[in-house]
């Protein structure tokens, strides 16, 4: 038997072409290869810098998480201390009002005291060791 192939025109081929066109077929399936290697690689170096990209987030997170608990607790201490001191303040204002009304109480009964006293002498008259001016 013949081992050789033949043609569409009947002609035998040489056993080169068929080696030939293995060749070829090998040659485009490592170029097909090649190129799907080359696209993994990509999608991994792609994969990896998403990865990084996911890790930086988390990281930014936590820390963003940890100030604004540092932040709460900064906010919750100002508030408190706010209010302590609205209630020092107001304690402050109620007793230097006191003392303002105490003092101007004071001072109208000195008045009043002063005033009765300079009414109750001009009401009796001269006292007698004083005397009287009728010289006029």
Known sequence: MNERAHNHHGIVEPPFADIDAATRRLMSALDALESAVERRREADRDEDELA???QALGADRSRLADELDTSLVKSRKLE???REIAERLDHAIGAIREVLGGA???ALAEEDDHSEGLAAALAEGPHEDEPEDDEE
């Open 52 to 54: 990084t990209r996911i």
């Open 80 to 82: 408190r201390v706010n």
């Open 104 to 106: 101007e109480r004071h």
